[in-house]
């Protein structure tokens, strides 16, 4: 018998168009006081040079719940303001998802025209199951799993509206 986590595609793409420049994407990305902002709300550390470490924090209702104080960790491997950021990302969520090898998030940022960018967001996921299974949103949002869907739609949310969709 096969789970649903076992068919899984091992490369995930999102794409989202937003209406905020580049600059604006970038920072949302990489700054804490964005972070803290939309999503799962959790502060982000970024050190932005290759090799530089990478941390998404739990918020307290996170810990109090059980979860550990760094649900994210990884590196960055190459860094280009505000277009372009690779990085590893290993899940700490919980025992399955910290046992599973980092993997690979590219992402991309395109200006078009009007106003208007391009953010896409490469999760490279291969041998990485349950992480897959999370990062897709197969989970109910009040068991902590709407995925990269629900992080990018709260991202453009936030930056075309100035509040997160879940104020």
Known sequence: MTTATET?????????YIKASPQAIWDAITK????????????TEYDLRPGGPYKALAT???????GPEVMV???VIEADPPHRLVQTWHA???PETAAEAPQRLTWEIKEEEGGI??????H??????KTAA????DFDLVSGGGGWSWILSDLKTLLETGSSAFD
């Open 8 to 16: 899984r595609v091992t490369t995930q793409v999102y794409r989202v």
């Open 117 to 122: 960018s391009r953010l896409t967001v490469t």
């Open 92 to 94: 700490l969520f919980d």
């Open 32 to 43: 804490p006081e964005w972070t803290a902002r939309y999503g799962y709300r959790g502060l």
């Open 73 to 75: 960790d990884g590196e």
């Open 60 to 66: 307290e209702q996170m810990i109090a719940m059980g």
């Open 134 to 137: 999370a990062v897709v949103g």
């Open 124 to 129: 490279e996921l291969e041998g990485a199951p």
